[in-house]
Nanobody, 123 residues
């Protein structure tokens, strides 16, 4: 079992930055594939970024070049650094995890989810 707790959300002006954190419980964090998804009001939850146990990263086209995902296995934590934020990045951001992920952008591939953290970008 893995429990995930996100933090770091908030209100920021367009062009600003935020860093989200996701702290995971469990002793096998380093073997989990970790992902970030987001859900805006009235929209489907969508893929943002993911990182494999070995550090290989994947990004949605909408955030490529602006967001950076990373992990610290010693701290059981995954991060997403979000720069050059836009109003369309406003959403609840969710951390997700699973041991075996073959389609990184598919929600159903992830069996563990956090409660989400709100990010609001004002124009």
């Amino acid at each position: 079992q893995v429990q995930l707790v996100e933090s770091g959300g908030g209100l920021v002006q367009a062009g600003g930055s935020l860093r989200l954190s996701c702290a995971a419980s469990g002793r096998t964090f380093s073997s989990y594939f970790m992902g970030w998804f987001r859900q805006a009001p009235g929209k489907e939850r969508e893929f943002v970024a993911a990182i494999s146990w070995s550090g290989v990263t994947h990004y949605a086209d909408s955030v490529k070049g602006r967001f950076t995902i990373s992990r610290d296995n010693a701290k059981n934590t995954v991060y997403v650094q979000m720069n050059s934020l836009k109003p369309e990045d406003t959403a609840v951001y969710y951390c997700a995890a699973d041991r075996y992920v073959t389609a990184v952008a598919t929600r159903s591939q992830y069996g563990y989810w956090g409660q989400g953290t709100q990010v609001t970008v004002s124009s």
